[in-house]
């Protein structure tokens, strides 16, 4: 196996002939790392890499800058020598000055006459390698001389830095006996600075405790006096009423069992101990604090628990209804669609184009009914364009209640929200205006939002008939379901580290508000960056001439539905003077293709995973100037619209009307591109 480690490297210096990739080749396969240089610059850079022996050619020592490599050996450490192996021709060589300046630079050379056999080559090597081993042995003991004098001044220095900056009193002192081996007295030896701190004691180094602090009581020289003896550390907490102090102190022998000496590390807590007593006056009341905490959890778990079957209820409603609507609307109009499509297979013409037509109604219909259903479900103006947009539409959703809702937002344009967070608040602003409908019988509502110092506040005020708080809060959880929504709203908005401010009375209304902390948002926005704005301008429609271009626009098509992408290109494919280059799958992918293939049009979607095609569009635009970019939506509302003008999108176009319109919007924005300096930008409702 080849060795991996540097320092184990054979570095081989040879410019000409095929001595060196040889003997690199036998190295190898006898498990020895070699690499071969072709000039002296190159030995340089690789020895300072890491290497063990230099083998080199006499033609090598002709090199330019040989000199250098020359001096990079002089400059060794003085543990180094590195070994080399010099391959000659054999008798007198001409190079006999130059081998000699090798050798004094080296310090250690082989003289190798070639050609030489494959033995001979490895035990050189073999030699150099254990005189290169002894070389590191030889380093690593100096480094571990040079360490560890270095870790014993750095040790006697973070003691002395120790003993001078801890506010911990410390001492050493000398137990002093009678006659009888009785601990009368000790003497003071060292004390570091904080000693004076926690003792009240001044110059005490040298002096004996009883003429210091004749009072200081007799158990404390018994306990000194047993650590001295025994030998045995202790630990512990005494009263030194001489001294008015209470200290935690401990205590371990240090020197010879004959000096006597004891080490010892205290500090003053009497103001702990004093606190020990508020603290067991403070029992009672933090007692008292649990029950009532206890009492609330559980009043909360219970919450959770009733709220959890709720929301079963209510998924299992949900599921019911989504369930009735699709069988009885959805499902029925395919049926209708099937059923005219099988009529359009008989009879006439005439009467084949008029079920067509009627199937068309009916699936435009459908997909009406689909978008508001999704909607419904999940706003994708949220996904798209944030919380804030989501309001003001949301806003315009609860007219369905008979609910009249005015918005005012007072954020920055570049506070966004995180999904996560965006998609919490935005359902418990719903939530709140659906209980002003519901439970609080208002007909208007006012929604606000501010941002100041770090905070999101969102009001969401009623002019309803409002409840006591007191009284909602102590009523039966399965009697007050709007209860559950306030619940449910707390919950969401504690997890997002904010909170549920309420204000209501009865015949007054209600006033909630959300407020959640934001961070600088600006790094984390979810918000799209569009570097490019295009003019905009109105087009008619270009009508299809039938002939064909003698080059024909390239289309580029980006959709993450296969299906649809398969419809796309077939219908593009059938068109005269169009060809369909590549397919796109994702927003990224769409981008990415574009810059390669650099297309005319690019047909995309608005909604796609990775990128969307609002992003895609605005990077797409700024790339290739000149590539008209056609976008698509199932929802193709007034926001989206503005947005992808805003990404430089020439029209977005209706998902369902693409079979009709996307050839003639090529066309024009084609026939658009030829007269004016950019695209042509219009919105959905121009014909086409």
Known sequence: MVRTRLEERIIILAPIGQDAPAMARVLISQGVDAIVCATALDTCRELAVGGAVLLVTEESLELP????????????????????????????????RLLDLVAEAAGSITLLERPIGEATLMRSIEVGLRSRRRQYQVRDLLEQET??????????????????????GFCTIEVLFDEQQEPVDYRFLLVNPAFAVQTGLRDVVGRHMRDIVPQHEEHWFRIYGNIATTGEPLRFEKEAKALDRHYEIY??????????????????????????????????????????????????QQQLRALATELNLAEQRERTRLAAELHDHLAQMLVLVRLRLGQAKVG?????????????????????????????????????????????????????????????????????????????VFQSVRE?????????????????????????????????????????????????S?????????????????RLELRSKLGEGTKATLVLPIAQLSEQATGISLSYIAPSAHVARAPSTGHCKSVPYRVLVADDHAMVRQGLCLMLDACPDIEVIAEAANGQE????????????????INMPLMNGIEATAQIRTAL?????????????????????TAGASVLLPKEAAGDQLYGAIQSAMKGLSEHTGPLIRSQETPL
């Open 65 to 96: 800058h040989i000199s250098q490599l020359l001096h990079h050996l002089k400059a060794q450490p003085p543990w180094s020598e590195l070994p080399m192996i010099v391959l000659t021709r054999g008798g007198e060589s001409r190079l006999a």
């Open 147 to 168: 360490l560890s004098q270095q870790q014993l001044r750095e040790s006697e220095q973070q003691y002395r830095t120790l003993f001078e900056s801890i506010d911990q």
């Open 251 to 300: 205590a371990w022998r240090i020197g010879l069992p004959s000096e006597q000496k004891v080490a010892v590390l205290f500090n003053d807590i009497t103001q702990r101990k004093a606190s020990q007593f508020r603290l067991e006056q403070f029992a009672e009341e933090l007692e008292r604090k649990v029950s009532e905490r206890t009492y609330e959890l559980v009043a909360s």
């Open 348 to 424: 006439p013409l005439s009467h084949s184009i008029q079920m067509i037509k009627q199937a068309e109604d009916v699936v435009d219909e459908s997909l009406t009914y689909t978008r508001n259903l999704v909607a419904e479900l999940s706003p994708p103006v949220l996904h798209e364009f944030g919380l804030f947009v989501a309001l003001r539409w949301l806003g315009e959703q609860m007219r369905r209640y008979h609910l009249e809702v005015s918005v005012r937002i007072d954020t920055p344009e570049e506070l966004k929200l995180p999904e996560n967070q965006a998609v919490l």
């Open 432 to 480: 709140l205006l659906l209980n002003a409908v519901k439970h609080a019988g208002s007909k208007k509502a006012w929604i606000a939002a501010a941002s100041e110092d770090g905070v999101l506040s969102i009001v969401v005020e009623d002019r309803g008939v409002g409840f006591d708080p007191i009284t909602l809060s102590s009523q039966k959880l399965a009697a007050m």
């Open 482 to 498: 709007s209860k559950f929504g306030l619940f449910s709203i707390r919950q969401r908005m504690e997890a997002l580290g904010g």
């Open 590 to 605: 769409a981008l990415e293709l574009a810059r390669r293939l650099k297309p005319s049009v690019v047909v995309i979607d």
């Open 625 to 645: 100037p000149d590539t008209i970019v056609i976008g698509m939506s199932v929802n193709a509302s007034v926001d989206n619209q503005e947005a992808m003008r």
